[in-house]
């Protein structure tokens, strides 16, 4: 270590007068602001590893988290509606007359289950490597090789059109206040989320349900894309098969003027 004689011209002070620093300060706010990240991440990561992407909870996890939920929900509400209708049973005073009207009012809204011949319809995407399969045709974009909303509401339509007495779409019976929405290459209904292939079941007369298949002017274009890009379309006679009955809420939810 060097002392001032070292240096000439540099004088020794035997009392130097210790000088504010105002960087000292800041370098321990700087290790304090540090300790208090590393305490924060270790208390959130809990012994796991916060920096990798699998433990980061991703949107789509969150759609199919509800989804389950929703579903779970959905069987929760028909148990509960079983029990309210063996209450229903018992004598509570009305006539024979209005419980065949109720009975009728529970199958037209599709809250009963409901037995007959049946039909049903799949759709799924065309193959991602699907070249135009027919002279005359551009190759495919990547929107002419999966299924769209409007296709899946073809076929419920073409369906009703044909005298169908009830439908269901995947697993769960539609009523009249469904509606099938897709969000990208996925299926939303009644809050819970589908991916193709998608199947759709209608019961009614098969022959006239298929004469209303091919009548529709949206599925005859629909039927284009399938010879020339291999979109997937399957039409399949089911025998007697037994519809389940709407189990979600019926209650109506609309927007109100503001007062």
């Known amino acids: 270590m060097s002392n001032s004689a070292d240096f000439p011209g540099m004088r020794s002070s035997p009392a130097r007068r210790r000088r504010f620093r105002p960087v000292r300060i800041l370098t321990a706010g700087v290790f304090a602001l540090a300790g208090l990240i590393f305490f924060t991440s270790f208390d959130t990561a809990k012994g796991t590893n916060i920096r990798t992407d699998d433990s980061l909870l991703k949107l789509s996890d969150l759609i199919h988290e509800r989804s389950r939920k929703n579903g779970e929900l959905d069987e929760s509400n028909g148990a509960l509606r079983k029990d309210i209708e063996a209450l229903a049973e018992r004598d509570d005073g009305s006539t024979k007359a209005e419980d065949d009207k109720l009975a009728e009012l529970e199958k037209r809204a599709g809250t009963q289950k409901l037995k007959g011949e049946a039909i049903t319809v799949t759709l799924n995407d065309a193959p991602p490597d699907a070249t135009a399969k027919l002279p005359g045709y551009p190759e495919p974009q990547p929107d002419y090789l999966v299924i769209h909303q409007q296709d899946l509401q073809a076929v419920v339509n073409a369906m009703w059109q044909g005298g169908a007495e009830g439908i269901k779409v995947m697993d769960q019976r539609l009523i009249s206040t469904s509606a099938v929405r897709c969000v990208g290459n996925t299926l939303i209904l009644q809050g819970r989320v589908y991916s193709p292939p998608y199947k759709i079941t209608a019961v009614g ?55």
Request: charged share 20%; glycine share 10%; proline share 9%.
């Open 205 to 259: 007369d098969p022959e006239k349900l298929k004469k209303a298949l091919a009548a529709s002017p949206a599925i005859q274009n629909y039927m284009v894309y399938v010879n020339v890009y291999g979109l997937g379309w399957k039409v399949e006679d089911n025998g007697p098969v037994t519809l389940p009955g709407y189990s979600g809420t019926v209650d109506l939810h609309y927007a109100k003027p503001i007062e």
